[in-house]
């Protein structure tokens, strides 16, 4: 009997495995580093987010540790977090070595995942060798943008860079996924194959729930991959294949990416972007025209050409992107520089094909011309090939770095306190232990935007006065300043010198690193305040003569009644205050406010109000006074729930029910 071959499927899956270990070899180290020595990384910030999921397991819904309280899920996607989480219970290590497990991992299969890409679009098996190559030791992006060319250690890939030295591990993460979600759109949409075409929607939530600014790439990359592929074949199908994929994947996120958290993202990225242009607009607009007039010319009814034009496509957008901001300022939106990786991987899908059309043309002349083009490029990877693991270095004592020391003297001293922390202290505050500070691990998800102008004034301003009054109204236990010889990385405080006998000092290591004590009325964060001198208080102007209005607020909070206020949190959703209020009082809560925070007393509803200073305040009748808050689910996050749930649903039917084809040909 004869033995039955392999199929296509199984062909291509193995090939990826074997292109996954190789690049896994590469970067071997990665795998087993607990901490870089690279303290200006902003990888603590998953790293403390994933501590915080395994000590909330499983899902929490507010994060009382960053911004005074968020919501937990506007931190960041899920993907990562979550599977920093599950790598460190289930293999009994810390969250720092889980999260690099967790990259260096995602790294490798990125490898594989431009292979596949190739492979299927392509058709050809040695070229998409070729493109994995390439992916796994080569930045042409390199050629035109010195600056980054610069920055790489041994020329090493810009991927693999800003993965270690920059701690981008989400991006980095999400982009490896995406030449997988790339690869099965492109079969599902020209083959029409239902169980492709829904591993492509879970492909592409994939990579939507792990990283923003690949989701960025792949709302440019997919739309080019459609087009390029219905100019060819003129199938109508293929939109309804397309839409199919995108509504799909849509709700698979639904749980998480609710129009609320659109709404904060856009409002956050205002803080960490400068807005686009109307020149690069309409540049952008001329381009994309151009591109479709020029590919539907020249790919029109022709199958063979499809592949071609999506890479002419990628390689044209991205270049004007990121490139045309290099030299020209071009910006529609975001950071075009985040997007440097991306550039990387549509210049070796272009180079390939160029070189694969060149190659196969059938004259020697042309063949040897691709193979020594191939071999000049490689040998710009010699010094990064030859030392590949000299790249990374562990810093295996973090306990004598100064983000260790100072959070642990922080824990041990001030529990329950609130700490106004700046540059790589504030980004490592939360991944050894718990502690609540007024800002964050990095500006995302971020519900109160008057923590930035209280962020900039207290680090860059010289006004002590105006900087201690934030912190009180701010309900901060302590500030932390660092200065001079301190191995704190950035030294955001140009004038460290500012609360030298205006504060009293209660930690100071002699090596620059000092922690001030906050004077505030009682320790908790809540206060009785007069109803009537808060309703009178003028909002705090977004300017730098905002002195008067906030030392008005600060008086009204912390020179008010002189009642003591208990508050008590349960778990991370719910807490519980007990005062006793007089005629013409009220309770502030010096938590985030949120409309999904709802309170109760005695079993009956009270208002939630958003202070001035964007906390919370009850408005409660007079009498000792118990009042229980929770953060209920919202209502965009249920109805997100049940779209996953359905979508799921769909996803088991399409897999294993009796058809697997959505016309065209079979799987």
Request: glycine share 6%; hydrophobic share 50%; with cysteine.
């Given at each position: 009997?004869?033995?039955?071959?392999?199929?296509?499927?199984?062909?291509?899956?193995?090939?990826?495995?074997?292109?996954?270990?190789?690049?896994?070899?590469?970067?071997?180290?990665?795998?087993?580093?607990?901490?870089?020595?690279?303290?200006?990384?902003?990888?603590?910030?998953?790293?403390?987010?994933?501590?915080?999921?395994?000590?909330?397991?499983?899902?929490?819904?507010?994060?009382?540790?960053?911004?005074?309280?968020?919501?937990?899920?506007?931190?960041?996607?899920?993907?990562?977090?979550?599977?920093?989480?599950?790598?460190?219970?289930?293999?009994?290590?810390?969250?720092?070595?889980?999260?690099?497990?967790?990259?260096?991992?995602?790294?490798?299969?990125?490898?594989?995942?431009?292979?596949?890409?190739?492979?299927?679009?392509?058709?050809?098996?040695?070229?998409?060798?070729?493109?994995?190559?390439?992916?796994?030791?080569?930045?042409?992006?390199?050629?035109?943008?010195?600056?980054?060319?610069?920055?790489?250690?041994?020329?090493?890939?810009?991927?693999?860079?800003?993965?270690?030295?920059?701690?981008?591990?989400?991006h980095i993460s999400a982009l490896a996924l995406l030449p997988f979600a790339l690869a099965l759109s492109w079969r599902a949409i020209r083959d029409g194959g239902r169980r492709t075409l829904a591993l492509a929607a879970v492909a592409s939530a994939l990579v939507v729930s792990t990283n923003f600014y690949a989701t960025t790439s792949l709302a440019l990359f997919f739309p080019l991959l459609v087009w390029s592929l219905w100019i060819a074949h003129r199938d109508r199908r293929m939109w309804w294949r397309a839409v199919a994929i995108a509504a799909l994947a849509y709700a698979l996120t639904a749980f998480w990416l609710t129009p609320s958290y659109l709404r904060?993202?856009?409002?956050?990225?205002?803080?960490?972007?400068?807005?686009?242009?109307?020149?690069?607009?309409?540049?952008?607009?001329?381009?994309?025209?151009?591109?479709?007039?020029?590919?539907?010319?020249?790919?029109?009814?022709?199958?063979?050409?499809?592949?071609?034009?999506?890479?002419?496509?990628?390689?044209?957008?991205?270049?004007?992107?990121?490139?045309?901001?290099?030299?020209?300022?071009?910006?529609?939106?975001?950071?075009?520089?985040?997007?440097?990786?991306?550039?990387?991987?549509?210049?070796?899908?272009?180079?390939?094909?160029?070189?694969?059309?060149?190659?196969?043309?059938?004259?020697?002349?042309?063949?040897?011309?691709?193979?020594?083009?191939?071999?000049?490029?490689?040998?710009?990877?010699?010094?990064?090939?030859?030392?590949?693991?000299?790249?990374?270095?562990?810093?295996?004592?973090?306990?004598?770095?100064?983000?260790?020391?100072?959070?642990?003297?922080?824990?041990?001293?001030?529990?329950?306190?609130?700490?106004?922390?700046?540059?790589?202290?504030?980004?490592?505050?939360?991944?050894?232990?718990?502690?609540?500070?007024?800002?964050?691990?990095?500006?995302?998800?971020?519900?109160?935007?008057?923590?930035?102008?209280?962020?900039?004034?207290?680090t860059r301003d010289n006004d002590a006065a105006r900087d201690i009054a934030w912190l009180q109204s701010l309900g901060a236990d302590a500030i932390v300043v660092t200065q001079g010889a301190s191995q704190e990385i950035f030294h955001e405080y140009p004038s460290p010198q500012k609360f030298q006998g205006v504060l009293a000092p209660i930690f100071d290591d002699g090596q620059g690193d000092t922690i001030y004590r906050v004077p505030r009325r009682f320790p908790v964060h809540a206060r009785v305040v007069e109803t009537a001198r808060v309703d009178a208080l003028r909002p705090i102007p977004w300017d730098n003569v905002n002195q008067a209005a906030l030392a008005?607020?600060?008086?009204?909070?912390?020179?008010?009644?002189?009642?003591?206020?208990?508050?008590?949190?349960?778990?991370?959703?719910?807490?519980?205050?007990?005062?006793?209020?007089?005629?013409?009082?009220?309770?502030?809560?010096?938590?985030?406010?949120?409309?999904?925070?709802?309170?109760?007393?005695?079993?009956?509803?009270?208002?939630?109000?958003?202070?001035?200073?964007?906390?919370?305040?009850?408005?409660?009748?007079?009498?000792?006074?118990?009042?229980?808050?929770?953060?209920?689910?919202?209502?965009?996050?249920?109805?997100?729930?049940?779209?996953?749930?359905?979508?799921?649903?769909?996803?088991?039917?399409?897999?294993?029910?009796?058809?697997?084809?959505?016309?065209?040909?079979?799987?």
């Amino acid at each position: 009997m004869a033995r039955a071959r392999p199929t296509e499927e199984l062909v291509l899956f193995a090939e990826c495995c074997a292109v996954a270990l190789a690049a896994a070899l590469l970067v071997w180290p990665l795998f087993r580093i607990e901490y870089l020595d690279n303290w200006a990384s902003i990888e603590s910030t998953f790293m403390a987010h994933a501590r915080f999921i395994q000590e909330h397991w499983p899902h929490p819904r507010w994060l009382s540790w960053w911004y005074c309280g968020t919501r937990f899920d506007f931190i960041y996607p899920p993907a990562l977090p979550y599977g920093t989480a599950a790598i460190s219970m289930l293999l009994h290590v810390s969250t720092a070595r889980a999260y690099h497990i967790f990259v260096a991992l995602l790294y490798s299969l990125g490898i594989a995942g431009v292979f596949a890409l190739v492979r299927v679009g392509s058709g050809s098996r040695l070229w998409a060798w070729m493109g994995a190559a390439a992916t796994a030791s080569l930045s042409p992006c390199f050629l035109f943008l010195a600056p980054f060319r610069q920055d790489a250690l041994l020329h090493m890939p810009q991927r693999l860079n800003v993965l270690v030295k920059w701690g981008e591990g989400p991006h980095i993460s999400a982009l490896a996924l995406l030449p997988f979600a790339l690869a099965l759109s492109w079969r599902a949409i020209r083959d029409g194959g239902r169980r492709t075409l829904a591993l492509a929607a879970v492909a592409s939530a994939l990579v939507v729930s792990t990283n923003f600014y690949a989701t960025t790439s792949l709302a440019l990359f997919f739309p080019l991959l459609v087009w390029s592929l219905w100019i060819a074949h003129r199938d109508r199908r293929m939109w309804w294949r397309a839409v199919a994929i995108a509504a799909l994947a849509y709700a698979l996120t639904a749980f998480w990416l609710t129009p609320s958290y659109l709404r904060i993202t856009m409002e956050n990225l205002k803080i960490v972007a400068q807005p686009g242009n109307a020149w690069s607009r309409w540049t952008a607009l001329a381009v994309l025209l151009a591109f479709a007039l020029a590919s539907a010319k020249l790919a029109h009814r022709r199958p063979h050409r499809a592949w071609p034009a999506f890479v002419c496509g990628a390689v044209l957008f991205f270049t004007v992107n990121v490139a045309g901001h290099y030299y020209f300022g071009f910006r529609v939106a975001g950071e075009p520089y985040r997007l440097v990786p991306e550039l990387d991987v549509a210049l070796i899908l272009g180079a390939v094909a160029a070189l694969h059309t060149l190659a196969g043309s059938g004259r020697r002349w042309r063949q040897a011309a691709a193979l020594a083009a191939a071999a000049t490029a490689f040998a710009f990877a010699w010094p990064y090939l030859t030392h590949p693991w000299s790249v990374y270095a562990a810093d295996r004592n973090y306990r004598q770095r100064v983000e260790y020391r100072l959070t642990d003297w922080i824990a041990g001293h001030l529990p329950g306190g609130r700490v106004f922390a700046a540059g790589s202290v504030r980004y490592w505050y939360d991944v050894w232990r718990n502690g609540a500070q007024v800002g964050g691990g990095s500006d995302q998800g971020m519900l109160n935007n008057i923590l930035v102008l209280a962020q900039w004034q207290v680090t860059r301003d010289n006004d002590a006065a105006r900087d201690i009054a934030w912190l009180q109204s701010l309900g901060a236990d302590a500030i932390v300043v660092t200065q001079g010889a301190s191995q704190e990385i950035f030294h955001e405080y140009p004038s460290p010198q500012k609360f030298q006998g205006v504060l009293a000092p209660i930690f100071d290591d002699g090596q620059g690193d000092t922690i001030y004590r906050v004077p505030r009325r009682f320790p908790v964060h809540a206060r009785v305040v007069e109803t009537a001198r808060v309703d009178a208080l003028r909002p705090i102007p977004w300017d730098n003569v905002n002195q008067a209005a906030l030392a008005a607020y600060r008086d009204t909070v912390e020179n008010g009644p002189d009642t003591p206020v208990d508050m008590q949190w349960e778990g991370t959703d719910a807490l519980r205050v007990r005062a006793h209020l007089n005629s013409g009082e009220s309770l502030l809560i010096q938590e985030t406010y949120d409309p999904a925070w709802h309170a109760w007393i005695g079993g009956r509803p009270i208002p939630v109000r958003n202070d001035l200073m964007g906390y919370m305040r009850l408005d409660v009748p007079p009498g000792d006074v118990e009042a229980r808050l929770v953060f209920e689910l919202p209502l965009d996050n249920v109805i997100g729930r049940w779209l996953t749930v359905l979508s799921v649903l769909i996803l088991i039917a399409v897999c294993f029910g009796r058809h697997t084809r959505l016309g065209g040909r079979k799987l």
